[in-house]
């Protein structure tokens, strides 16, 4: 297990310096939409919040923690804080393989197909798209949330932002939930899965969803990609812990101690895997972890937009 | 020795930790929790009502293995929110590190 305190020292000073928890500057983590055709004006704002583009340095940085941890060279970890923060994260960025990269804009240019075959009048505008600071909330670090949240925050209230469509549950969680509560700023939240409008004979084929804890508990938006699919012909066949009993991937846990967050993944994938149906996730941190144990995980975006 | 600090439930409500004290110890929690850890979280929640605050500062790191899952909090009988409970915890013990 890595010292708590000295990883929140690291992740709170690079969001306050550089707005993202990696130090990456953002037009090296957010490429995903250089190749596509999206409106910059319509009536919902489509915000990533970063977390497929985070995939592959999360791969890569949690790699070297899992090498170290418990380890004389854990203690090191304190010093990163010192390291020049954007020095830092463009070498991280320059050590993460491309085709990871690859494979995490692919998520996004799924959903924003998926929206477009709904007929979703959405737009996208890469200056507005900002990591949410979940992980500082989620750390305890409170004081350094509400400051990057307000941040966050302003920035989407200026722009005259209303209507926000999310991709993933924690970034849904923040913005739907913690945003009001920390920052008095509202905003009509929904998840991309929630405005899947369309039918299709392409479907057929089972899987098995893993529902993350912030979809299944804390937003209790469960039954929407099983709507969706539903439409789509694909059948859901369920673990016992499910929906608002869903259990845990581990991903929380992989900056603090990966050894606990391989232990809860294990069992997890075992649960998955007993159905025999492919394994679908609906959340980065999920996606990532999950597929560690080497099983076959594919986004749910990916499904659906195999039908559109 | 450890000592005993009644007003530590009501130090904890500034960082979100108003429901620790409903809590009757039943342990539903420490049988849900994917950790399977030690008595966690019943054991935090159980230092909050004794006042515990030492044992809390003493080796706080403990807090960070919790998931913020949420089963805890989905099954609690009492509506202790154990999974906040501790969240709140950590928030407790940043603002000391901090200060410190």
């Known amino acids: 297990m890595y010292s708590p305190r000295d990883i929140i020292e690291v992740i709170a000073g690079n969001v306050r310096k550089t707005r993202s928890p990696f130090a990456i500057p953002r037009s090296m983590v957010n490429t995903w939409w250089k190749k596509e055709t999206l409106r910059s004006e319509g009536d919902a704002l489509l915000f990533t919040g970063l977390m497929y583009q985070f995939i592959p340095y999360i791969e890569k940085s949690t790699s070297y923690l899992e090498k170290y941890e418990d380890t004389k060279l854990a203690s090191l970890v304190r010093f990163a804080k010192y390291q020049p923060k954007r020095l830092s994260g463009i070498g991280l960025a320059l050590m993460t393989p491309g085709e990871k990269k690859k494979q995490a804009n692919e998520i996004l240019r799924n959903i924003a197909k998926v929206l477009t075959r709904s007929d979703v009048d959405f737009y996208y505008k890469p200056k507005l798209d900002f990591y949410s600071g979940i992980l500082l909330y989620d750390l305890g670090d409170q004081e350094s949330f509400v400051e990057h949240a307000k941040f966050v925050s302003g920035k989407l209230k200026r722009a005259g932002v209303k209507k926000i469509i999310t991709v993933d549950p924690h970034t849904t969680y923040a913005l739907k939930v913690l945003y009001p509560k920390y920052t008095g700023e509202s905003f009509e939240v929904k998840a991309y899965f929630e405005l899947v409008n369309f039918s299709s004979s392409n479907g057929g084929g089972q899987v098995t969803l893993h529902d993350p804890c912030f979809y299944g508990r804390y937003l209790e938006l469960s039954d929407a990609p099983r709507r969706a699919l539903e439409k789509l012909g694909v059948k859901c066949v369920e673990v016992r812990n499910s929906g608002t009993f869903t259990n845990c991937c581990g991903g929380p846990a992989e900056s603090i101690s990966p050894s606990l967050s391989k232990e809860v993944m294990e069992r997890r994938v075992e649960e998955l895997r007993t159905t025999g149906a492919p394994i679908v996730a609906m959340c980065p941190i999920c996606l990532g972890n999950l597929r560690k144990s080497g099983a076959e995980v594919e986004d749910l975006s990916a499904v659906i937009a195999r039908c559109a | ?100």
């Open chain 2, 1 to 100: 020795m450890t000592l005993v600090h009644p007003e530590f439930a009501e130090e904890l409500d500034r960082f979100g930790v108003d429901t620790a004290l409903e809590c009757f110890n039943c342990g539903t929690c420490a049988a849900i929790c994917p950790l399977i850890y030690e008595h966690f979280p019943r054991k935090m929640v159980r230092y909050i009502q004794l006042g515990a605050r030492d044992q809390i500062l003493e080796h706080p790191e403990e807090l960070w293995r919790c998931l913020h899952c949420g089963l805890c909090t989905q099954t609690c009988p009492r509506e202790a929110n154990p999974g906040e409970v501790i969240l709140g915890l950590k928030r407790f013990v940043v603002d000391h590190w901090r200060r410190n």
